[in-house]
């Protein structure tokens, strides 16, 4: 074998294969031809003589070889990135922490955490990136990534199946909840009865994981009508405050509701659980790592907390 003509480009396309799980997904998320992808990734097996992916109806996943090669991939391009950002002139760090997350993380609990940070440790530099929480679990696996904050549903089994496991750490769980235009009938009362939800309008979502119908209120005993589909919360919302339908939404999101929009619980039936969860591979945290995860896991606590009572007029 030999490695000293692989270039940072391959490498790079490995590690988007890996992370993304198929090369039709790597291809578009580096704005290359899949063609363009599968010659990186054959000129990397032919250097390392041997077979780094294992091709799957349902994807590719990393052989034996292929996780030594990520390993090793990780750490040069982790280096590679370093001395960029040096020569750039970026302030001495001390520590950079590769943090994922799901959307709907990303709208409260993710600036509170990283706010509180910025106070608490203004050197320590966290980078990362939005992702459904199958792919967060692969760019977990692939090294790419240092902690993941996942989405989990009923009956909370593992994201994934491989060993060692992921250590897993429930940040919160709470009930999920509906948004409601303002102006309709199910707004006027403090919750919203799972009776009441027969014959409405949804927004819906690609689905991802276990959740097939997302936004969609679990468990309805009819065929929803799905008036919208949206990947984005925000967009979601703001369909709500216009009036084209309802959605579901994590209780956490209710600060990020715009104008028009009433966030309520729903009654009558099972309650339909959401786990918010810190994950990242069993080995010791570092400790800009750690100091991350704790940021993290007290801004879950705040928005846990019951909301003070108002001020006596």
Same mark, same amino acid.
Request: aromatic letters at 4%; proline letters at 6%; zero cysteines.
């Given at each position: 074998?030999?490695?000293?003509?692989?270039?940072?480009? /391959?490498? $790079?396309?490995? $590690?988007?294969?890996?992370?993304?799980?198929?090369?039709? /997904?790597?291809?578009?998320?580096?704005?290359?031809?899949?063609?363009?992808?599968?010659?990186?990734?054959?000129?990397?097996?032919? /250097?390392?003589?041997?077979?780094?992916?294992?091709? $799957?109806?349902?994807?590719?996943?990393l052989t034996a070889a292929g996780r030594i090669v990520m390993r090793r991939a990780t750490a040069?391009?982790?280096?590679?990135?370093?001395?960029?950002?040096?020569?750039?002139?970026?302030?001495?760090?001390?520590?950079?922490?590769?943090?994922?997350?799901?959307?709907?993380?990303?709208?409260?609990?993710?600036?509170?955490?990283?706010?509180?940070?910025?106070?608490?440790?203004?050197?320590?530099?966290?980078?990362?990136?939005?992702?459904?929480?199958?792919?967060?679990?692969?760019?977990?696996?692939?090294?790419?990534?240092?902690?993941?904050?996942?989405?989990s549903a009923p009956p909370f089994d593992p994201p994934d199946a491989k060993s060692p496991p992921l250590v897993l750490r429930t940040l919160t769980e709470r009930a999920l909840c509906l948004a409601v235009p303002a102006a309709h009938p199910l707004a006027r009362g403090d919750y919203v009865d799972v009776a009441d939800l027969r014959g409405q309008r949804w927004i819906g979502g690609p689905s991802t994981g276990g959740d097939r119908l997302l936004?969609?209120?679990?468990?309805?005993?009819?065929?929803?009508?799905?008036?919208?589909? /949206?990947?984005?919360?925000?967009?979601k919302l703001h369909l709500v405050a216009a009036g084209c339908g309802l959605t579901?939404?994590?209780?956490?999101?209710?600060?990020?509701?715009?104008?028009?929009?009433?966030?309520?619980?729903?009654?009558?039936?099972p309650q339909a659980q959401r786990r918010l969860l810190l994950a990242r591979l069993p080995h010791p945290p570092s400790e800009p790592v750690g100091r991350v995860a704790a940021a993290l896991r007290t801004a879950a606590l705040e928005l846990d907390a019951p909301a003070p009572p108002p001020a006596p007029s």
């Open positions: 074998m030999d490695f000293t003509a692989v270039s940072l480009t /391959a490498l $790079r396309v490995f $590690r988007a294969v890996a992370e993304q799980g198929t090369f039709t /997904a790597a291809a578009a998320s580096l704005g290359y031809t899949q063609s363009a992808v599968s010659r990186q990734i054959a000129a990397l097996e032919r /250097a390392a003589g041997a077979e780094l992916l294992e091709r $799957r109806r349902d994807g590719v996943r040069v391009l982790a280096e590679i990135e370093a001395t960029a950002r040096e020569l750039s002139g970026l302030p001495g760090q001390s520590g950079t922490v590769r943090l994922g997350w799901f959307p709907s993380a990303g709208a409260v609990l993710l600036p509170r955490a990283l706010a509180a940070l910025r106070r608490t440790h203004p050197g320590l530099r966290v980078v990362g990136r939005e992702g459904s929480t199958p792919a967060l679990v692969r760019a977990l696996r692939a090294g790419t990534l240092d902690l993941a904050v996942l989405a936004g969609v209120w679990p468990g309805l005993d009819e065929r929803p009508e799905i008036a919208y589909t /949206a990947r984005d919360w925000l967009a579901t939404v994590p209780a956490a999101l209710a600060a990020a509701a715009p104008p028009g929009v009433r966030v309520l619980p729903v009654r009558g039936g």
